[in-house]
């Protein structure tokens, strides 16, 4: 049968709200502690000003590079123009001008704890929080590992904490697809953080050229060009040793206009030794002619007789060419004279050439060098000019900003996010509370985990509705009642709640005969309210026109814990407390005992008794006490008694064969609001 107390539609939007009621304490309390921590950082937020400058990078003279280990070659950089871009990030990055930029300034002017006219521009609730906040930064700076005061650290401590507030106010970024860097330092000051973008892109401007500039470039490649100039003088004067030694004017066209003079030399010889030969076969000839006398007539040797004018004619002929002969012969005599002159003169210029072209070539390699090193010193010396005159490839698109307004903090939307998270954080503990709450809450926990029927939910009673003799007047009584059987709310009235669970025991299992009903309550521990559900009950079936004799037996062995009920006269039904046979209260009460007094409770015509059983935890006592009822009902305090122990204690009830009807929710509280229990 089921519960009217409990007789509400499963509905698990209900389900979800009551378990937030249920744990609104705690959610109400992580909720008050993220927004008020919230609201406590937000005071103590400092107000920031940030100071902005823009640089812009060109493609200049430093993508050039004048390496004078290479023999002074100039050296063009071919590398990536993001590359470029991070490698001035970097520079602007490095430590070297963040320590510029505080020694430039003073050290204290970072670590004080702000400027003099800081506090005009600080809101009401900052400028009350304001010497808090001042001293607790004095007591994290002193207790901080490596952190700085003005009294116990050193100078260079002092430096080094302040290149860290400067590292860590300083932004400096690229602008995506562009040539634009952009550098921002944030500080409690806005002159502070003017200051500090300036001075630092001064620094990076002078840093950057030296780091491009070759020191002493200029004065190296003047050196070098002078002594290449010397040893220019010096090879071009050996050279013109060498020609005059060797009469040489030019090694190639000295070399062929010997070889061709000799080659013609040569044919002309030829020449000449073939006339001469030609001319001495012809003197021979004319002398053999010219051997004969012409007066002589005995000539039976010859054939002819020559006329002695043809003889005359052949003396002059013979003339005639004995003078071509001897001038044949002296000229075949010069030509072998010039021809060897001009052998002699070739050797001479075959044996001086290697040294010429070697002294030739030393004299290009020397010229060529000359010639880049002075280019190479042309181009040092316009460096260096730049550098002195300060001029570079980075250009400043916008000077440091002296920032007027302070930073958007955000503060509302930063509450909203802690508001946000709150709720969100108080929803999740309600339900994590609740999910490992191992406490029964309702009839369907109960249901759930100990798997009893729920005879009754009752409510929390506070004040007179614990007094056993108290009753509501009848408008409220009526009102509990209706609330009671529409089934949309739950019961409030705890008098209609005991009539209820009257109600349950007696449908249970109506009495047998004349035997008074024997009705148990226990609970599985002390401090559940059994004395009290035991003290109501009785006074509901006193109330009842069927039972005219009701006895309420307190079976405890320790003090009961209804002290409203103890020697009072005006109790609608009987009460009387076990003693043992000396009529004491000690723990020597036994089974027998409790046997006596059930006889004696029958011979008195009793109709109804309720026995308030001490807690399952107490022992053997309690179970052969529960072992005595008709029926007992097991009574668990909600949100206290983990369903492990009241299952445990369901189960050593039946396992006695005691008649469990069901089980008691106690103190149920029901925390949800009427209107919205109606809605839901």
């Known amino acids: 049968m089921n519960n009217p107390a409990t007789e509400k539609t499963t509905r698990p939007l209900r389900d979800l709200v009551e378990t937030l009621f249920r744990h609104k304490r705690k959610a109400a309390a992580f909720l008050f502690a993220v927004v008020f921590s919230a609201l406590i950082v937000l005071a103590f937020t400092p107000v920031t000003y940030t100071s902005t400058s823009k640089l812009i990078v060109h493609r200049g003279r430093e993508s ?77 700076q002193a207790l901080a590992p490596g952190g700085v005061s003005e009294k116990s650290g050193g100078r260079l401590k002092q430096v080094n904490k302040a290149i860290q507030i400067v590292e860590k106010g300083l932004a400096i970024g690229v602008r995506p697809k562009s040539d634009i860097i952009t550098v921002s330092y944030t500080a409690k000051d806005p002159e502070i953080a003017r200051r500090v973008v300036a001075e630092l892109i001064s620094n990076y401007l002078e840093r950057r050229i030296d780091l491009h500039q070759i020191p002493g470039g200029y004065q190296f490649f003047s050196q070098q060009t002078e002594l290449l100039r010397e040893e220019l003088e010096d090879i071009a004067a050996r050279i013109l040793t060498v020609k005059k030694e060797g009469n040489i004017d030019s090694v190639t066209d000295e070399h062929a206009v010997v070889q061709t003079a000799i ?67 002296a000229q075949n005599q010069e030509v072998g004279s010039q021809l060897d002159q001009l052998r002699t003169n070739l050797r001479t210029i075959e ?140 019961v409030v009235d705890g008098d209609s709640c005991f009539q209820e669970l009257c109600l349950r025991f007696l449908t249970e ?17 002390g401090g559940e309210g059994v004395s009290t559900v035991a003290g ?23 003090e009961h814990s209804v002290q409203l009920i103890r020697k009072r006269t005006d109790l609608p039904f009987s009460y009387h407390k076990i003693r043992n046979e000396d009529g004491d209260d000690d723990l020597s009460v ?15 015509s009793y109709d109804v008794v309720i026995i308030d059983i001490p807690p399952m935890e107490e022992g053997n006592y309690a179970v052969r006490v529960a072992a005595q009822t008709d029926r007992i009902g097991l009574v668990v305090d909600c949100g206290r008694t983990p369903w492990r122990t009241v299952k445990r204690s369901a189960g050593l009830l039946e396992d006695i064969g005691a008649e469990l009807c069901g089980i008691i929710l106690n103190r149920q509280q029901y925390t949800m609001p009427k209107w919205l229990y109606r809605k839901l």
Not at 509 to 516: A, D, H, I, R
Not at 536 to 558: G, P
């Open 64 to 140: 050039v590079f004048v390496d004078p280990s290479a023999g002074g070659a100039t050296l063009p950089l071919y590398k990536e123009w993001e590359s470029e871009i991070n490698t001035e990030l970097e520079i602007l990055n490095s430590r070297e001008l963040v320590a510029q930029v505080v020694e430039s300034m003073g050290a204290s002017v970072f670590l004080k704890e702000g400027p003099p006219d800081e506090t005009g521009r600080l809101g009401p609730i900052r400028k009350l929080f304001n010497p808090l906040r001042l001293f607790f930064r004095k007591i994290t």
């Open 263 to 329: 080659e013609e030399m040569q044919i002309s010889r030829l020449q000449v030794q073939s006339e001469l030969a030609a001319a001495s076969a012809r003197v021979d000839s004319i002398r053999s002619m010219l051997a004969q006398d012409p007066s002589d007539s005995a000539g039976p040797k010859n054939n002819a007789i020559l006329d002695p004018v043809e003889y005359k004619k052949l003396q002059a002929t013979l003339r005639l060419e004995e003078a071509s002969l001897a001038a044949l012969i």
């Open 351 to 490: 044996k001086n050439e290697p040294t010429i072209r070697r002294l030739q070539r030393e004299q290009e390699l020397l010229e060529e060098k000359y010639r880049k090193y002075s280019e190479n010193r042309e181009q040092a010396r316009i460096n260096q000019e730049l550098e002195t005159k300060k001029i570079s490839n980075v250009t400043i698109v916008q000077h440091a900003t002296l920032p007027e307004e302070s930073n958007p903090s955000g503060k509302m939307i930063k509450l909203a996010a802690a508001l946000f998270l709150g709720l969100f954080g108080a929803v999740g503990i309600a339900f994590g509370v609740d999910f490992i709450d191992p406490s029964l809450h309702s009839e369907a926990d109960v249901t759930a985990h100990v798997n009893r029927k729920t005879l009754i939910e009752l409510p929390l009673l506070r004040g007179k509705q614990l007094d056993p003799a108290f009753r509501p007047p009848l408008r409220k009584e009526r009102k509990a009642r209706w609330i009671l059987h529409s089934g949309k709310y739950a």
């Open 509 to 525: 299992k109506p009495p047998e005969g004349n035997s008074p009903l024997v009705i148990g309550l226990t609970s599985s521990v």
């Open 536 to 558: 109501k009950l009785a006074a509901v079936f006193s109330r009842d026109d069927r039972f005219t004799k009701v006895l309420l037996l307190d079976a405890n062995l320790t």
């Open 590 to 604: 036994n089974a027998s005992t409790i046997t006596r007094y059930l006889e004696q409770v029958r011979r008195e």
